[in-house]
């Protein structure tokens, strides 16, 4: 292991001048969490146990003494995550696996807003008693992944779904608000197609504006102030798109999940693809098939993090630390992966699951990770290590087993020219063949004479290399 280095020195002088009184404790506090060396010594606090399925989604509350989860289960829980203890669970009232949970602010924990995969979006709320009344508050047409609630608000939040459609809830309102249903943009080759969304989230410095992603490559943000004064006849009207050139028009990734930071960066995940953080500045506008090939070669490259991978799942992402100085991700082959937000620097890599780590939840004031996968627990995760952690041995190994199991999954582009290449090979071939026929005597046998040409296309992903978990 690694002993003291300039990120733990950094952290002793923090503690030398909050002693002398030169810094405030909040001031402190952020420091020290986040202090590179504190990342470094990050390692499992614990487990909690007693969902009976993959848990999908788990969150803190705002002072961040519990944690809300949700599972297969199709069970709510409440932690005291610090004891590792049960505090209540209810009966959520969906029928399928839950994919999101929320807890409504300012409402004492009493409101918790949940998503399933039975297309429901339901309301549980504490009564005074002590039980907990649930009820159907809308509904998509398929698999609803993600909700956001708008900053500060007890009543007011967002779902997307797989049918397209972003739907509007205001607990106080009887029903939800279709705001518009997400379509891919049109070009000359063929008619728009309704976009299945996988992600939700609203930008905490300006809570008119929205960003979603799903199945196309690119990330939307709206102003929902255009749909709540009913100026625009519900058209799926983005104000600014988010996409990595080199994705653009590939038809071949989709988006999993967003995350904005406390600046209104924004992070989003691919499958199987990388993890790209945009700042505001590296929009390409609301149409984005229109700007010109040579403007697209100029626009600034968003800083990506890789290293792990994003396929089989529905996979999160989320920044750490007090003002968003990481990212981190989970991955296929079971991992957490932590980076330096600014320059992608990989920092911390841990076991996190058997198999898939699918979420990871940053404590709201404390360098602490809750995380998921589709194993049946939550593990906590602190800075509990004496030492500064080193990355895996076989760091090295997983990476690249990750990156080429993308590689390998990936689709073969077949442009005309590859299979003009292809056809002009199959037909000389049956010309010389045809020829050494006519050439042969009659009693020659033509059996096994030809030859198939097949161009093999490799996506099948139970052949794909997995990352061995260490």
Aim: with cysteine; hydrophobic share 35%; aromatic share 8%.
């Amino acid at each position: 292991m690694e002993t003291v280095h300039k990120g733990s020195e950094l952290g002793i002088i923090e503690i030398f001048r909050r002693e002398r009184g030169f810094s405030d404790p909040r001031t402190f506090a952020r420091r020290i969490s986040a202090a590179e060396a504190i990342v470094k010594q990050i390692d499992l606090y614990g487990k909690l146990k007693g969902h009976n399925g993959c848990v999908n989604t788990i969150q803190f509350n705002s002072s961040g003494d519990l944690i809300v989860s949700g599972s297969d289960d199709q069970k709510i829980m409440f932690w005291n995550w610090a004891t590792k203890t049960l505090e209540f669970l209810y009966p959520s009232g969906h029928l399928d696996n839950i994919f999101q949970v929320k807890i409504m602010p300012f409402t004492d924990d009493r409101k918790v807003v949940t998503s399933s995969a039975d297309g429901q979006v339901r309301l549980g709320q504490v009564l005074d008693n002590g039980k907990v009344k649930t009820k159907k508050l809308g509904e998509h047409q398929g698999r609803v992944h993600s909700l956001a609630v708008e900053p500060g608000s007890p009543y007011v939040f967002y779902s997307c779904g797989e049918d397209g459609f972003v739907q509007n809830f205001d607990l106080r309102s009887n029903s939800p608000r279709k705001l518009f249903s997400c379509s891919s943009f049109a070009d000359t080759k063929q008619s728009p197609r309704i976009i299945s969304l996988n992600a939700i989230v609203i930008d905490p410095r300006n809570p008119n504006y929205f960003a979603i992603g799903g199945s196309d490559e690119f990330a939307r943000v709206y102003d929902v102030r255009k749909y709540l004064s009913d100026c625009s006849g519900n058209l799926d009207a983005p104000v600014n798109t988010f996409c990595p050139r080199h994705l653009i028009e590939t038809k071949t990734v989709h988006i999993t999940s967003l995350a904005y930071s406390n600046t209104s960066e924004l992070l989003v995940s691919y499958n199987d693809e990388l993890i790209y953080l945009f700042q505001k500045n590296m929009g390409i506008g609301p149409f984005p098939l229109s700007i010109p090939h040579e403007d697209l070669q100029q626009l600034e490259e968003p800083q990506a993090y890789s290293g792990h991978r994003n396929l089989k799942t529905v996979k999160g992402v989320s920044f750490f630390g007090p003002r968003d100085e990481y990212v981190m991700s989970g991955s296929d082959c079971g991992h957490i992966f932590i980076w330096k937000k600014k320059g992608a620097k990989l920092l911390r890599v841990m076991v996190g699951d058997r198999r898939i780590v699918n979420q990871l939840e940053p404590h709201p004031h404390m360098p602490v990770i809750a995380t998921s996968g589709l194993e049946k627990n939550i593990k906590l995760w602190a800075p509990l290590s004496n030492d500064v952690l080193p990355l895996p041995r076989n760091i090295q190994e997983i990476m690249e087993s990750n990156r080429q199991g993308r590689e390998n999954n990936s689709p073969v582009t077949l442009t005309p020219e590859l299979i003009m290449h292809v056809l002009q090979l199959h037909r000389r071939r049956a010309m010389a063949h045809n020829e050494r026929r006519h050439n042969r005597s009659d009693s020659e046998s033509d059996e096994g004479g030809d030859e198939a040409y097949v161009l093999g296309l490799s996506g099948d992903d139970e052949n794909s290399s997995e990352c061995n978990i260490s």
